[in-house]
């Protein structure tokens, strides 16, 4: 366990600020990213002014486990199970019918969510103990490269938080994950390229859409 210093927090003292609302930067296997509960209307709102980021746009979320998929959606789609089953954890966010419990500014309007059960075992960790799906994009100011390192965050993102959890490992970089809508029993769409391509979709059992 880390000792926590004025930005850099260690596993307790982080989850103890993300149930009291608060915003905190924190390692995925790509990025660090900036996240908060999903369920946190205001500690939402703080991370798209710490992103100086549109509040028209979605963001995404992560899940520490399949259990905590229930938390964001009631809608049991088989087709979600078997993308699931395929891929997570991993690199695919799945577009998914929001609940009445997901803030609609979750959503940009949409009435949908995009999760992933990330496969940083930190961010798992993270979100177990705090015991919530966590809001996850990219720790950069909005029109500013993402970054691998605690060191390269941007101190304006960094002050609009609760501090930085930096646990091993680090994040690779890479491309975002892939998400993907369902369109039909075992048929997707690709919204957006990434890790898991068409190829192992289509060799999962998966249609594709154009």
């Not at 509040?55 to 049991?76: A, C, F, K, W």
């Not at 998914?96 to 940009?108: E, F, K, M, Q, R």
């Not at 501090?163 to 039909?184: C, F, H, N, R, Y």
Request: aromatic residues 4%; hydrophobic residues 45%; proline residues 8%.
């Amino acid at each position: 366990m880390q000792t926590a210093t004025p930005d850099r927090l260690d596993m307790e003292t982080a989850v103890r600020l993300l149930r009291n609302g608060d915003v905190v930067c924190y390692p995925t296997e790509t990025f660090f990213a900036v996240g908060c509960s999903a369920f946190d209307v205001f500690a939402i709102e703080r991370v798209f002014q710490a992103k100086k980021r549109s509040g028209s746009m979605p963001l995404p979320v992560i899940i520490g486990s399949r259990e905590q998929l229930g938390m964001l959606t009631d809608v049991n789609s088989g087709t979600v199970n078997r993308l699931a089953d395929a891929f997570w954890p991993g690199s695919l966010s799945i577009l998914v019918t929001a609940s009445a419990a997901v803030p609609a500014i979750l959503t940009g309007e949409t009435g949908r969510v995009a999760v992933r059960l990330s496969p940083h075992p930190m961010a798992r960790e993270l979100c177990l103990a705090a015991g919530v799906p966590l809001v996850s994009t990219s720790a950069n100011i909005s029109g500013h490269p993402a970054t691998t390192q605690a060191g390269g965050l941007d101190p304006r993102l960094v002050a609009g938080t609760g501090g930085v959890l930096d646990m091993p490992p680090a994040p690779q970089g890479g491309k975002a994950s892939t998400l993907v809508e369902i369109t039909g029993p075992e048929t997707v769409r690709i919204v957006r390229q990434g890790p898991v391509t068409e190829e192992a979709l289509l060799a999962a059992g998966f249609r594709i859409m154009p």
